[in-house]
């Protein structure tokens, strides 16, 4: 048996975020960056997620996981009541990868970073286990990244070399660097503070949405019908979690995933209805969500007035010239990817 590790506790609770009943949007403040934001730097949480530091009222700062499947920021309870948070009087529903679940929510006077702000509310992860680093203190969803776009057009997460940056012009994400064939796809639902678009996995038309509160890939149901369809193979493994309960976790080989312009080469996915996607009324669809193990090695670009993505990689973030790009260091590895350019 294999013992189920903290990344995918983390599946199970930190990613429940992914869609609520609710809507943060009216509590928004606007920050007023200047033409180009100051960088955010990355760190990495002992379960090698991404975190930034974030001050909440003024407060010391402290790590929380950047989660773009997040349409809401979290906070942990101990750090609401450290810092006497208002909290709302009525719960909130959210709809989450396991289980819907009412959570309490605070309101936050200012969230803020080097390179933005953001006044509104917040929810309490209540499940202890929601967060396996006991360092980080919570979580930084889409109302947090987001909330400047009438400002600076580009925002920028490079994984790669770990820092966000907001910025008017494309140029000035890469310290003038003039970047050339940038290829886009449109985002599908960022209305929703989600990052999704349309891609073909293994030549099925699905949807994916990014996740990066997560390190592997997790497909729906639907999206494993029809991959058995075409012949893929599903299997069952055997897992022990933390408290040595026994569980068992399916996973496909979910082949080729292809946009316009790129291709990742990958492995398996973990196979797994959850009430999030079925409350964005995407049970039906093929739907795959995209995680940090494809993601490492590149950054992307949200065009917020446009709503559209590009992906780059370390050729256009760097100066030196790799052939290389994707989820794993080498490209021999069973997961990787690579651009293809439509001239």
């Keep these: 048996m294999t013992k189920l590790s903290p990344v995918f506790r983390t599946f199970l609770a930190v990613s429940m975020c992914l869609s609520l009943h609710w809507s943060a949007s009216a509590f928004n403040k606007t920050a007023s960056p200047d033409d180009i934001g100051p960088e955010i730097s990355l760190q990495r949480s002992s379960d090698n997620l991404f975190t930034m530091e ?12 950047v989660d773009t499947a997040a349409a809401i920021s979290g906070i942990r309870p101990a750090l609401s009541q450290q810092l006497s948070l208002p909290v709302y009087t ?10 819907s679940e009412s959570a309490s929510s605070v309101h936050i006077q200012n969230m803020a970073t080097s390179m933005r702000e953001y006044e509104g509310p917040s929810i309490i992860i209540s499940d202890s286990e929601a967060i396996s680093d006991p360092s980080v203190m919570g979580i930084v969803g889409m109302d947090f990244l987001s909330n400047d776009k009438e400002e600076n057009r580009y925002l920028l997460i490079n994984f790669l070399d770990g820092h966000i940056i907001s910025a008017d012009k494309i140029p000035d994400l890469f310290q003038g660097k003039n970047i050339r064939n940038l290829q886009w796809n449109k985002v599908i639902d960022f209305d929703r503070n989600l990052i999704s678009f349309e891609a073909k996995i293994s030549k099925i038309k699905s949807t994916v949405i990014l996740d990066t509160g997560i390190n592997f890939t997790v497909a729906n149901g639907e999206l494993a019908r029809q991959l058995q369809k075409r012949g893929n193979s599903l299997a069952t493994t055997i897992v022990t979690d933390v408290h040595g309960e026994e569980d068992s976790i399916r996973h496909i080989n979910i082949g080729e995933i292809k946009t316009s312009y790129m291709i990742w080469s990958t492995a398996r996915a973990l196979v797994h209805d959850s009430p999030a996607i079925a409350h964005l009324k995407l049970d039906q ?8 193990n494809h993601l490492k090695k590149l950054g992307f670009i949200l065009d917020r007035k446009k709503n559209k993505i590009s992906f780059v990689d370390a050729r256009m973030m760097r100066e030196e010239d790799q052939s290389c790009t994707g989820s794993r260091i080498s490209c021999s590895d069973a997961m990787w990817s690579h651009f293809n350019y439509n001239r």
Aim: no cysteine.
């Design 54 to 65: 974030v001050t909440i009222n003024g407060s010391p700062s402290v790590p929380m996981i």
């Design 90 to 99: 009525k719960e909130r529903i959210v709809h989450g990868l396991v289980a």
């Design 285 to 292: 669809t093929p739907t795959l969500l995209m995680g940090l």
